[in-house]
């Protein structure tokens, strides 16, 4: 009886600090911070995401109701203070208006610096100024940040991890940004989904 005590006494012991040595262990892994993904590409075939860096801006309400009236969902990479300062009450509202009809919230950075320029808490500070208000606004914290350029760092990607942020970016450009005419932006769209890619992941603003 005694030594039957005893034994499971020293089983549960040893487990004890088996598993206190596989805590520290894991401890230390997690504090190497892998650095964080980077997507580029829709994982699932026949897929097309569309994704609006920049905003909040003017036509956010407009390019929402046209993507609703299309049976289709946004991506909204948003900055802080970059066209218009996302806690203006008019772009608050806007923030609201396409969180309430289901598009999805993402960071584009608090003010569209370039990220390889900065330090580490740089990176933490302009990072997390535009979760934080997005956070306040909707009361959902964003998963996936885009940095802006699409530049990044093994630093970038290292913050990037330990906030828990996906970096995301794209496989076409509509050029919209880099002065590309409607017609231009149409007729790359067309020869895009002529060529019948299994998906697309495009950048719009
Ligand atoms: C997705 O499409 C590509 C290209 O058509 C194909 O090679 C791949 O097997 C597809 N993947 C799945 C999961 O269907």
Redesign the pocket.
């Known amino acids: 009886m005694f030594t039957q005590k005893f034994l499971v006494a020293l089983l549960l012991a040893a487990s004890l600090v088996s598993a206190s040595v596989l805590r520290f262990g894991l401890d230390k892994r997690i504090k190497k911070r892998a650095p964080g993904d980077v997507i580029t590409k829709c994982t699932?075939?026949n897929t097309v995401a569309l994704t609006f860096d920049d905003g909040p801006y003017i036509w956010l309400n407009e390019i929402v109701d046209t993507l609703n009236a299309a049976n289709a969902k946004g991506t909204f990479f948003f900055n802080g203070d970059n066209f218009g300062c996302i806690y203006d009450e008019a772009m608050t509202a806007r923030v609201k208006y396409a969180y309430d009809h289901g598009h999805q919230m993402a960071s584009h950075t608090w003010r569209h610096l370039h990220l390889n320029s900065l330090n580490e808490h740089q990176l933490h500070v302009e990072m997390w100024a535009v979760e934080e208000a997005i956070y306040r606004i909707t009361g959902v914290y964003v998963a996936f940040t885009r940095p802006p350029f699409g530049e990044y760092n093994a630093l970038v990607q290292q913050v990037a991890a330990a906030r828990g942020q996906t970096l995301a970016n794209w496989d076409f450009d509509s050029r919209d940004a880099a002065g590309a005419s409607m017609a231009q932006t149409l007729g790359a769209y067309t020869s895009l989904i002529g060529s019948r890619p299994?998906?697309i992941l495009t950048l719009n603003h």
């Open positions: 699932v075939n299994p998906t």
